[in-house]
């Protein structure tokens, strides 16, 4: 009893986690419904339908055209026979009556008309053909004064009488009177179908008459409309043979001659026979063998002949629908077989796509964990093809990111120690404020990273004013860490030697020596200094491989240039040194040269670095010195604020599609003696 119970527990639990497992899958497939997301599996079972599907249909396609252009010919080439072959029949038939019943209605002419001898003589039983078993009557009708036909004689043929109501040729003649025929021209044949509708008195049968223009020579010729009536079963056994296609004669003037169907025939006798074949005999583009036409609403697949007699056609015709039903069985067996096919090709997609995507599902997984920030996760994808190959990289993708995530850890902390850096090298480098009613600096520092290389100071002596623009090799650390010496030597200078009075050269020297001891030549420093005396206006330059700085003069005591408008009557011009130095910490005992000019009041003077003129653009232009002085000589009457302010406009304007690729640095000095002015510049003058 107790193990009873306990499997009936195992069956209850059993069903349990059959149940959720259930409930779970339908939550599943409800999420992938509402978030549109779809398996890879399904996708590659989706894919593999199509490719089977295109194929099908492609195959199909093919074969179905292939078959129905060999069927179509097929047919066309069977109706042409089965139209040959009734065509060669009718034709010959039509030609043994109608050269019979010309020497007989000759003979009828002479004996019943001219002689009034009309006994009834059975004339057509001596003839070979069939006509004695046939004609129903000949009629004569002669154009009256009223200009239509009156008939002036009959002949019944005796033999007809016994077995059709005698008054057949009225019945005949009153649902078809002549009027309705015309007369034929001279020497042609024309074909009426007259056949009576079924009465009370008679049944319905098939009549053909054939009219013919008769001259007759005794007495006196007379020209006579002649209308002979016969059965035409003859037309309709011939008709009959093709059990293929429907066969017809058809008369461009009277419409339906004969049909294989005896109902078609008696419909259409004197009436109109609304068949586009005919429609394209009138117009002359439908006589051609083969034709497809659309009648009453079926399309038919039509063959066309002439008979030789002059307006008389012998048609046959195929409902394509009846002729392809075959082919549209084999159609509809086709795509039953293609559909079993691709619910096959789905079944075996279920089955195999869930074994082909299980390394991607890992990886997916994989993915997700990563996502999660579970760095530790690797693919373990076994596999002996591709997916293998994209598991490894994957976990090498993993490894790189970790390594990436360590690097980008260290990068951040060498950016915080950079901005430290800065702040410290910023706070050392910080511009000077000179403040003397004779001379006006304005200065302008631009670092291309966080910690520049450039660096610009200066100090006020007495009456003696100095001023350095320097700019240490590379960029980064190691060039502000050569800034940072050099600003230090110029304060350990100024405070050393204070109270003594230090020339360029032995300030350079001095600068030198302090750079190499500190940098050992790994950094060196190429810098300009400049002296100015306050009370004389002399200025002297020592440069260490720097840049010549450039002069606006102010006034001159030579006549002033032709000029532009908006530019200084003077042009702005280099104040070299003879012989260059060497840069500083390049050598512990470098020396260097000075050279004096003499400023006028209200000379501009211009240090700076190469990181202006070097500045390139985006098709790779520098800025050059042409572009340098050409700002400095427009605005040679402004402030020096202004000048700055315009100069570092240019140069930024120039390069603001690549940015800065060096630092820049430059220093503007005017000297400006107690009670001196700039004058403003002479008119320009134009000559002719």
């Known amino acids: 009893m107790g193990h009873y119970k306990q499997m009936g527990k195992f069956n209850a639990a059993s069903s349990h986690k059959k149940g959720s497992r259930a409930t779970d899958s339908i939550e599943k497939y409800i999420q992938m419904i509402r978030t549109r997301y779809i398996p890879l599996k399904y996708k590659f079972v989706f894919v593999l339908l199509l490719i089977v599907f295109g194929a099908c249909s492609a195959f199909f396609y093919s074969s179905y055209q292939t ?24 034709t010959f038939e039509l030609r043994v009556r109608i050269d019979d019943l010309q020497s007989v209605v000759r003979r009828i002419y002479v004996n019943e008309v001219l002689n009034k001898n009309s006994g009834g003589k059975p004339y057509f039983q001596s003839l070979s053909s069939p006509l004695g078993e046939e004609v129903l009557g000949v009629s004569f009708y002669r154009l009256g004064t009223s200009g239509e036909y009156e008939r002036i004689h009959r002949y019944m043929n005796p033999k007809k009488i016994a077995g059709i109501p005698s008054d057949v040729l009225d019945k005949i ?10 007369a034929p021209k001279d020497e042609e044949i024309s074909f009426f179908n007259r056949s009576l509708s079924a009465d009370s008195s008679t049944d319905g049968f098939p009549v053909l008459t054939i009219v013919l223009q008769a001259i007759f020579a005794d007495a006196r010729i007379e020209k006579l409309m002649v209308a002979i009536d016969l059965q035409q079963d003859f037309l309709r056994r011939i008709l009959q043979r093709s059990e293929v296609s429907e066969v017809f004669l058809v008369s461009e003037a009277s419409g339906l001659i004969s049909h294989s169907l005896l109902g078609s025939t008696i419909r259409y006798a004197g009436k109109t026979f609304n068949h586009p074949i005919l429609q394209r005999i009138s117009s002359g583009t439908g006589v051609s063998e083969s034709l497809e036409l659309d009648v009453n609403g079926e399309s038919y697949l039509c063959n066309l002949a002439s008979t030789g007699f002059k307006g008389l056609y012998i048609v046959s015709q195929t409902e394509k629908r009846k002729a392809f039903l075959a082919l549209q069985t084999l159609i509809h067996r086709s795509l039953m077989a293609a559909t079993i096919i691709a619910w096959f090709v789905v079944l075996l997609g279920i089955l195999f796509a869930g074994r082909l995507t299980k390394n991607i599902r890992k990886l997916t997984e994989a993915a997700h964990e990563v996502g999660k920030g579970n760095l530790e996760i690797r693919s373990k994808i076994r596999s002996n093809d591709e997916m293998r190959v994209l598991g490894k990289t994957f976990d090498n993708m993993i490894s790189r990111i970790v390594t990436l995530l360590e690097e980008s850890r260290e990068k951040g902390r060498m950016e915080h120690e950079l901005q430290t850096a800065k702040l410290v090298q910023t706070s050392l480098l910080q511009p000077p404020q000179i403040q003397n009613h004779s001379v006006e600096v304005v200065g302008y520092y631009s670092p291309m990273s966080e910690c520049g290389g450039d660096l610009w100071d200066g100090w006020l002596r007495e009456d003696k004013l100095s001023l350095v623009v320097a700019d240490a090799t590379g960029h980064g650390a190691a060039a502000a860490i050569a800034t940072a010496v050099a600003k230090s030597s110029i304060e350990t200078l100024n405070a050393i030697y204070g109270n003594q009075d230090l020339d360029c050269p032995q300030t350079l020297a001095a600068f030198n020596y302090i750079m190499h001891a500190s940098c050992k030549g790994a950094v060196v420093m190429s810098m300009s200094m400049v002296q100015l005396d306050l009370r004389t206006g002399r200025l002297t330059i020592c440069s260490a491989g720097h840049e010549a700085p450039i002069r606006q003069p102010a006034k001159r005591g030579r006549s002033p240039r032709k000029r532009r408008p908006g530019h200084a009557p003077f042009s702005p011009e280099y104040l070299k040194v003879k012989t260059t130095g060497e840069r500083l910490g390049f050598a512990p005992d470098s020396r260097y040269e000075p050279v004096s000019y ?91």
Not at 68 to 73: A, G, H, R, S
Not at 173 to 182: L, V, W
């Open 67 to 90: 078959t129905y252009q060999d069927k179509k010919l097929f047919i066309r080439e069977l109706n042409m026979a089965n139209l040959d072959a009734a065509l060669s029949a009718i």
């Open 173 to 182: 003649e009153s649902a078809h009177p002549p009027a309705q025929m015309g």
């Open 598 to 688: 003499q400023l006028d009041p209200g000379d501009t003077v211009l240090l700076y670095t190469d990181g202006i003129t070097e500045a390139p653009n985006a098709g790779g232009r520098e800025w050059g010195e042409s572009s340098l002085r050409r700002h400095l000589s427009k605005n040679w009457d402004q402030p020096l604020a202004v000048i700055r302010d315009r100069l570092s406009e240019g140069i930024h304007a120039h390069i603001k599609e690549v940015g800065q690729n060096d630092d820049i640095t430059f220093v503007l000095l005017r000297w400006m003696p107690k009670e001196t002015t700039i004058e403003p510049a002479p008119p320009v003058t134009r000559t002719a």
